[in-house]
Nanobody
Framework: QVQLVESGGGLVQVGGSLRLSCVAS????????MGWFRQAPGKEREFVGA????????YYADSVKGRFTISRDNAKKTLYLQMDTLQPEDTAVYYC?????????????????WGQGTQVTVSS
């Protein structure tokens, strides 16, 4: 059972930046594809971005491409999401997720392990 703990959320003004972290309990973290998803009030959970376990390739939703960057540090068992030029529509609870041998899927159904989420609020 992989446990994931997100941190780094908070309140930020429009145009600001935040970096989210997700620490995994699993010692074979490097064997997991990792994803970030978000859910705003009254909306369905949506894909933000993902990173492959195999080659580190990254994939992003069109809405965040060019503003958000995913990275991972396998030695620290940590996934990151650098969020720049934040907009009010980025306000949501952000979740990290893990998929064994995942190559960066954008589908939430592919990820069996999820963190508890961290709130990001962008004020205008």
């Amino acid at each position: 059972q992989v446990q994931l703990v997100e941190s780094g959320g908070g309140l930020v003004q429009v145009g600001g930046s935040l970096r989210l972290s997700c620490v995994a309990s699993e010692r074979t973290f490097s064997a997991y594809g990792m994803g970030w998803f978000r859910q705003a009030p009254g909306k369905e959970r949506e894909f933000v971005g993902a990173i492959s376990y195999r080659d580190g390739n990254t994939y992003y939703a069109d809405s965040v491409k060019g503003r958000f960057t995913i990275s991972r540090d396998n030695a620290k068992k940590t996934l990151y999401l650098q969020m720049d030029t934040l907009q009010p529509e980025d306000t949501a609870v952000y979740y990290c997720a893990a998929e064994p041998l995942g190559t960066g899927s954008g589908s939430a159904r592919e990820y069996p392990y999820w963190g508890q989420g961290t709130q990001v609020t962008v004020s205008s």
